[in-house]
């Protein structure tokens, strides 16, 4: 699996939008984006994924660069409850091999 | 409500005690997962399970066993071999190996006294 990098952390005033990147400049043509985050204490919950079209749900938008290298997860109107670690993974999906890596992830603090 | 259960929300072992975490989903899942947490880390894989009665040893299996008996049950143990076991222990379930969309548990703290 393609390796990724996210900042540590990051800061967003409540209300705006909140982008937070990822660099997998090694990604494969196979390998999607998936997005999880982990609220203090909590396990890691599912948030979106995708593979080179831009993608949206109830929760959060993900945009792919043209080539695959980076993404963005954005929270279009940020809340204090969106104060997380945010998970970057990059996969082949349905592969039926090992589980998912998570690494340290970025942590959002949503301040009001 | 389907869902992943995990218990005891808190845990406290002994020296040379083993002990175990429970870990339930009624979500018809295939495959089970054992994450473990370290303060501000990411997660690590210490087993997972594909099927029934099967499993396989993740990155840092050492100190630690598991059993599938049941597709709904996937229960850890971190025995006396386990010299460093205060973490925060997830288990994850998916509906078959390998898929990335995993559910969570809400976690077990295990310290030692």
């Known amino acids: 699996d393609a390796k990724t990098t996210q900042p540590p952390s990051m800061d967003c005033a409540e209300g705006r939008a909140a982008n937070l990147p990822c660099n997998h400049s090694?990604?494969?043509?196979?390998?999607?984006v998936y997005w999880y985050r982990q609220i203090h204490s909590q396990g890691p919950q599912y948030i979106i994924h995708?593979?080179?079209n831009n993608e949206t749900n109830e929760m959060a938008s993900l945009i792919i660069t043209e080539d695959r290298k980076s993404s963005t997860l954005i929270l279009p109107h940020a809340t204090l409850r969106d104060t997380a670690v945010y998970y970057c993974?990059?996969?082949?999906?349905?592969?039926?091999?090992?589980?998912?890596?998570f690494g340290k992830g970025t942590r959002l603090s949503v301040i009001a | 409500d389907g869902g992943i259960t995990q218990s005891p929300k808190y845990l406290f072992r002994k020296e040379g005690q083993n002990v175990t975490l429970s870990c339930e989903q009624n979500?018809?899942?295939?495959?089970m997962y054992w994450y473990r947490q370290d303060p501000g880390q990411g997660l690590r894989l210490i087993y997972y399970?594909?099927?029934?009665?099967?499993?396989q040893k993740g990155d840092i299996a050492e100190g630690y066993s598991v059993s599938r008996e049941k597709k709904e049950s996937f229960p850890l143990t971190v025995t006396s071999a386990q010299k460093n076991p205060t973490a925060f222990y997830l288990c994850?379930?998916?509906?078959?190996?390998?898929?990335?969309?995993?559910?969570f548990g809400s976690g077990t703290q295990l310290s030692v006294l």
């Open positions: 994850a379930s998916s509906n078959r190996g390998g898929n990335e969309k995993l559910f």
């Open positions: 399970s594909q099927i029934v009665n099967d499993f």
């Open positions: 995708g593979l080179k």
């Open positions: 979500l018809n899942h295939d495959a």
């Open positions: 090694t990604i494969s043509g196979n390998e999607y």
């Open positions: 993974i990059v996969r082949v999906r349905n592969s039926g091999n090992t589980p998912l890596v």
